[in-house]
C-alpha cells in the first residue's frame, strides 16, 4: 500500500495534509456587526458604589468626630448610593459632593478642637505666683 503519488515519498512541503485553511475573517464569526454594548446607545454604565460606601463610612466616622457636621455628607452618600443603578451621572456628583462635605467638616472640626483645646489648657492653668 502506498501513499501519496507513485514515488514512495510526497512532494516537499505538502506534508500529506492537503492545502492550508483560508485566513481568519472579521470578527463576530462573519455573521455582521457585534452586538450593541448592553443598555442601549446613550447609556451610561452604572456607577461605582465604592466611593459611595466610602463615602458613606466615612460621613459616620466623621459624624461622632465633628458632632453632626457631616450631616448633609450622610444624606447625599445615601442618595449616591441608592442612585447608582437608575442615574449614575447624578450618583457620581452627589457622592462627589459627599467627599467634600466630608473634608470640609474634617478641617473646620480639627480647628475646632484645637481651639477647644488651647481655651481648656489656658484656662486650666493658674498662676501660683500671688500666693
Not at 443598555?39 to 466615612?58: T, V, Y
Request: aromatic share 10%; glycine share 20%; hydrophobic share 40%.
Amino acid at each position: 500500500m502506498s501513499y501519496g503519488p507513485s514515488g514512495g515519498q510526497p512532494p516537499y512541503g505538502s506534508g500529506g495534509y492537503g492545502p492550508p485553511p483560508p485566513p481568519p475573517g472579521p470578527p463576530g464569526g462573519g455573521y455582521g456587526a457585534p452586538p450593541p454594548p448592553p443598555g442601549g446607545p446613550g447609556m451610561e454604565p452604572p456607577a461605582n458604589k465604592g466611593s459611595a460606601i466610602g463615602a458613606l463610612i466615612a460621613n459616620v466616622i466623621g459624624m461622632c468626630f465633628t458632632c453632626g457636621g457631616t450631616l448633609v455628607g450622610l444624606v447625599l452618600a445615601i442618595i449616591g448610593l441608592t442612585m447608582a443603578e437608575s442615574n449614575p451621572k447624578a450618583a457620581r456628583i452627589c457622592t462627589l459632593i459627599a467627599w467634600i462635605y466630608f473634608g470640609v467638616a474634617l478641617v473646620v472640626g480639627i480647628i475646632w478642637w484645637v481651639i477647644y483645646g488651647v481655651a481648656m489648657f489656658s484656662a486650666s492653668t493658674t498662676d501660683y505666683s500671688t500666693y
